[in-house]
Nanobody, 125 residues
């Protein structure tokens, strides 16, 4: 399995931006689909989006489409989640996850074998 560590979370005002990073180690990162999820207090883990192994295919859930951008740099073994125009509803712990398989855009949490520990994002109104 690949090991993942998220960073870049924090407190930001509504309308602001943050960029999360997901650093991978242990296996060939470029072989894995990367997914981003988030979990707000008292809610289930929510799929945010995904990026294919080579970065050519990217999918976003409607709730973040047009505001969030997923990318990856396989040379640095890192994936990114750029979050713009943040809203209080975006407040959650954000997780990256890795999946070894054919890319298919939409995923469920159970599809992923490797997870980071998450990074807290808090958006104040």
């Amino acid at each position: 399995q690949v090991q993942l560590v998220e960073s870049g979370g924090g407190l930001v005002q509504a309308g602001g931006s943050l960029r999360l990073s997901c650093a991978a180690s242990g296996r060939t990162f470029s072989a894995y689909v990367t997914g981003w999820f988030r979990q707000a207090p008292g809610k289930e883990r929510e799929f945010v989006g995904s990026i294919s192994q080579g970065g050519t295919s990217i999918y976003y859930e409607d709730s973040v489409k047009g505001r969030f951008t997923i990318s990856r740099d396989n040379a640095k073994n890192t994936a990114y989640l750029q979050m713009n125009s943040l809203k209080p509803d975006d407040t959650a712990v954000y997780y990256c996850a890795a999946h070894l398989g054919v890319y298919r855009a939409h995923y469920y949490a159970s599809d992923f074998d490797s997870w980071g520990r998450g990074t807290q994002v808090t958006v104040s109104s």
